[in-house]
C-alpha cells in the first residue's frame, strides 16, 4: 500500500522539548506532505516535501525524506501547549494521495 | 477570504434516513475529495473528483454511498438509510489542480446515526 504509517502513535512530551514523529510508506512517491488536525476537524498543511528533496524547514518545524528507507521524519523543536494535535503525513505519487492514520501528539504545560 | 466551507457542521439522523452533505470548495480548485473519519481514528478516502468527474470512488464503502458534483464547484455526499457505522466525521478537502498538491480541508460534518 502507498499509504504512509506514522509512528508513534501516541506521543507525550514537556513544554519546550522536542517532538519527532515518522512516517514510514511502501511505494514511490512524488511528494510527502504533513498535516495537522486539531479536534477532530478540518486537517491544516504544514509542509510539502518532495522527491528529490531531504530537508524542508518551516519555523520550528523540520522535515526529513529518506526515499532509501522509504520514510519521514517531522521534527517540532520547543514544543508548547498549541502544538497539541494530531498529525498526519500524506504521500503522493501518479495523481494519487493516502494518508496515514496519524500520531497524537500532547504537550504538556 | 473563502476557505472550504461545509454544511452542516453537526448532523444527528435516525437509522434508515436519507442525509445530503454539503462541501463548498475554494473557488478556482477543480480537484474536491471525501474522507470519513471515525473517532481516534485517521482519514478514510471516499471519493476523488477532477471538474464534475469522480476518476476514483474507490473508497465509497458501499451503494449506499454517493456523490456528485455540479458546475465544478459544490458537491454532495448522500448516504441513503444510513446505518450506525456511518457516525463519523465527514471531511471534504480541495486542491488547484491534480492530487498531488496541497489540499484545503473544511471544518467537516459530524454525523451521527442514532
Known amino acids: 500500500s502507498q499509504q504512509g504509517e506514522e509512528d508513534p502513535q501516541a506521543l507525550s512530551i514537556q513544554e519546550g522539548e522536542n517532538a519527532t514523529m515518522n512516517c514510514s510508506y511502501k511505494t514511490s512517491i512524488n511528494n510527502l506532505q504533513w498535516y495537522r488536525q486539531n479536534s477532530g476537524r478540518g486537517l491544516v498543511h504544514l509542509i510539502l516535501?518532495?522527491?528529490?528533496?531531504r530537508e524542508k524547514h518551516s519555523g520550528r518545524l523540520r522535515v526529513t525524506l529518506d526515499t532509501s528507507k522509504k520514510s519521514s521524519s517531522l521534527l517540532i523543536t520547543a514544543s508548547r501547549a498549541a502544538d497539541t494535535a494530531s498529525y498526519f503525513c500524506?504521500?503522493?505519487?501518479?495523481?494519487?494521495?493516502?494518508f496515514g492514520a496519524g500520531t497524537r501528539l500532547t504537550v504538556k504545560p | 477570504g473563502a476557505g472550504v466551507s461545509q454544511s452542516p457542521s453537526n448532523k444527528v439522523t435516525e437509522k434508515g434516513k436519507d442525509v445530503e452533505l454539503r462541501c463548498d470548495p475554494i473557488s478556482g480548485h477543480t480537484a474536491l475529495y471525501w474522507y470519513r473519519q471515525s473517532l481516534g481514528q485517521g482519514l478514510e478516502f471516499l471519493i476523488y473528483?477532477?471538474?464534475?468527474?469522480?476518476?476514483?470512488k474507490s473508497g465509497l464503502p458501499s451503494d449506499r454511498f454517493s456523490a456528485e458534483r455540479t458546475g465544478g464547484s459544490v458537491s454532495t455526499l448522500t448516504i441513503q438509510r444510513t446505518q450506525q457505522e456511518d457516525s463519523a466525521v465527514y471531511l471534504c478537502a480541495s486542491s488547484r489542480r491534480d492530487r498531488g498538491g496541497e489540499q484545503y480541508f473544511g471544518p467537516g460534518t459530524r454525523l451521527t446515526v442514532t
Open positions: 516535501i518532495r522527491s528529490n528533496e
Open positions: 473528483f477532477q471538474g464534475n468527474s469522480a476518476p476514483d
Open positions: 500524506a504521500t503522493s505519487f501518479n495523481n494519487d494521495m493516502r
